[in-house]
């Protein structure tokens, strides 16, 4: 992992320097939207699919972390249940993982960006209507 990779945390002391690298944003933001009710998921890509059918959680999934000059900008996207208020629940992830990263790391986060790719209908609800 190169230097410029990792986020550079508090100032240098005489014990030494704390680095956080962006992964650990990542499984933060990844948890911290999860906990959220009306959050069915998150948008992987193929590995992290392989990798939870194979038995390995993904927590990051769904989370890109991009560290600026200006500062750390996070994209979260997510799938979320059928019935739910979009901006309310998107509110509430945004609120959460700031809240997260900051009492974990102290990190003040530029922008949290959510991005919903879909929305799940529960199939009980699907075949209730089907049978009216």
């Known amino acids: 992992m190169n ?3 990792l986020l550079n945390v508090g100032e240098g002391s ?3 320097k704390v680095e956080i690298a962006p992964e650990v944003i990542e499984v933060i933001a990844g948890i911290a939207t999860i906990e ?3 959050v069915f998921g998150m948008r992987g890509n193929f590995a992290s699919g ?3 059918r194979l038995g ?3 927590h990051g999934k769904g989370i890109k972390v991009e560290l600026t000059e200006n500062g750390v900008l996070i994209d979260v996207f997510v799938v979320l249940d059928y019935g739910t208020t979009i901006p309310e629940i998107a509110q509430k992830i945004q609120t ?3 809240q997260a990263l900051k009492n974990m790391t102290a990190l003040e986060i530029d922008e949290i960006n959510i991005h919903v790719v879909g929305v799940q209908i529960d199939q009980k609800e699907e075949q209730e209507a089907i049978s009216e």
């Open 36 to 38: 959220i009710k009306g």
């Open 50 to 52: 392989v990798a939870e």
């Open 56 to 58: 390995k959680k993904s």
């Open 3 to 5: 230097e410029n990779s």
């Open 96 to 98: 959460n993982i700031r």
């Open 14 to 16: 005489d014990l030494g």
